[in-house]
């Protein structure tokens, strides 16, 4: 209680605010629930930190604008007589508390005068899409939309011009930005859609006007924004109901996602897709290759990505590669070509010879699983498993922790280094109950953990680095 009050008392609070404004998207109700949660305001600025942005710096701006307009009218009317001492300090005291809220008024006035500058640049983004004749892919689903977005561009760029949005450009406004672009000669357009609540896909789809569609699957992703997964599901099939009898690849390996599929959607796993099938796969630090035939032909693929779990996103970009005219050589030339993405299982090795995998932006159940699956396959070395958990999961917190302890005791890691947060204690209690062997260390923050690394870890170990915390979420 006193550390959050004095952590309020500080020339940078201003800015922490606008901050969290910024971190939550400018989401006021997800602003206020961080507000509410944070217990030490110097400490908010841990993962991320305030980008320079016209709608930052003034808000910024209208802050520190608020805080003199309130220091000035109190001491206005303490030289009048007007106003005692008493009441001069309580007015000073109580001002970053009501900065936290007031500052919510001009964020409403820019966003009432971006709304219409918005709706015109989404509506000519709209129109411009209209009248372009690429084929357009969508891309929908709780998890690994990104690793399937570069997979279908990397593969599909060795035959057809394609063209798809860059970083986690997956809301209206930042499709419009990257629609804005385009050079009109684009024969492949390739969308991520974003979804944080109900109706935001079928927006989304309105926007983009997809040709076929791909639903990489179904979690507890995002759980705590959706309250239930049925809400979840409902949205992110907004892209089935879109897409009518188009074509749309739902992931197979995924419960949620494949058995809320319908007959006439293509169902894709590390087995195959529709006619192709997949033999043979096999993966290590080096990298994961499989033969994919179609009873005729059979062709021998390797790539650069770990595990097995991504051989079933290639598997349907190479059936959609086929779709559109590529040939096998052109798929094979596209699947050697596909790097690992940032901190999604990104291999790295040290000076010292110790590798790790960071996975820091994976923070899904699903994704989580499929690591641990990885981790479980590599052989004559020491594994470190590094995670503070997982965010958003809702009324599923517990239940999806437990899980993962139990998934780590089951593929013996060697040791677990818990980054505490909140669900760190279902981890261990998972860990403990599925009489794990190991050895488990607990650090408080993760800069303590990382710090602690190089101290732990000797040449040949693997540090596997498993989602990061928001600051959101401390």
């Known amino acids: 209680m006193i550390k959050n009050l004095l952590s309020r ?61 309130i220091i000035g009218f109190a001491v206005y009317f303490l030289w009048l007589g007007a106003l005692n001492k008493i009441l001069f300090f309580l007015i000073i005291f109580i001002v970053p508390y009501i900065l936290a809220y007031i500052i919510i008024i001009p964020l409403l006035i820019i966003k009432l005068i971006q709304w219409p500058i918005e709706y015109v640049i989404i509506y000519k983004a709209r129109q411009r899409l209209k009248n372009h004749k690429a084929v357009k892919i969508a891309i929908a689903g709780s998890f690994g939309k990104t690793t399937m977005r570069e997979i279908l561009k990397t593969i599909l760029s060795e035959g057809r011009k ?6 986690n450009y997956n809301t209206p406004i ?7 672009t385009l050079a009109d000669d684009e024969e492949v357009l390739i969308f991520e859609l974003g979804e944080y609540y109900p109706g935001d896909i079928k927006k989304l789809c309105n926007l983009v006007q997809p040709d076929m ?23 992110i099939y907004e892209l089935a109901d879109f897409l009518g009898d188009k074509p749309l690849y739902v992931n197979g390996e995924n419960e949620l996602a494949k058995n809320n599929a319908q007959s006439k959607h293509i169902i894709y796993s590390r087995e195959g897709v529709g006619k192709l099938k997949i033999i043979n796969q096999k993966t290590d630090l080096s990298g994961t290759s499989f033969v994919i035939t179609n009873g005729n032909i059979e062709v021998e693929l390797k790539t650069n990505l770990l595990g097995l779990h991504q051989i079933g996103p290639i598997a349907a970009a190479i059936d959609i590669a086929l779709k559109i005219g590529l040939s096998f050589e052109q798929i094979k030339n596209g699947v050697s070509k596909i790097k690992s993405f940032n901190h ?7 000076s010292a010879g110790i590798i790790t995998l960071d996975d820091t932006y994976n923070g899904n159940p699903d994704g989580v699983n499929a690591v641990i699956e990885f981790l479980a396959g590599l052989k004559n070395c020491r594994r470190f498993y590094v995670t503070p958990g997982l965010v958003e999961m809702g009324i599923k917190t517990e ?15 060697e040791k677990i280094i818990l980054i505490k947060n909140s669900v760190t ?29 190089p101290h732990l870890t000797v040449k040949g170990d693997i540090v596997l680095l498993q989602n990061d915390w928001p600051d959101q979420y401390q």
């Open 174 to 180: 930042g499709i419009s930005r990257f629609i804005k």
């Open 344 to 350: 999604r299982l990104e291999l790295k090795t040290d």
């Open 425 to 453: 204690s279902y981890i261990e209690q998972g860990l403990r109950e599925n009489n794990y062997k190991g050895e488990i260390v607990r650090f408080d923050d993760a800069l303590s953990a990382f710090a602690a690394l």
């Open 213 to 235: 569609g791909i639903i990489t699957g179904i979690n507890e992703a995002h759980l705590q924004k959706f309250k239930k997964i049925e809400r979840t599901i409902k949205t």
């Open 399 to 413: 239940e999806v922790h437990k899980q993962i302890g139990k998934k780590l005791a089951e593929a013996n890691i």
């Open 162 to 167: 394609t063209a798809a949005p860059s970083l």
């Open 9 to 69: 008392y500080n020339f940078h609070y201003p800015k922490i605010l606008v901050y969290m404004l910024q971190a939550s998207e400018y989401n006021i109700r997800d602003y206020f629930i961080w507000h509410w949660r944070v217990k030490n305001f110097k400490r908010v600025e841990q993962r991320k930190h305030f980008v320079k942005t016209a709608k930052s710096l003034l808000l910024l701006a209208a802050a520190w604008l608020i805080i003199i307009s």
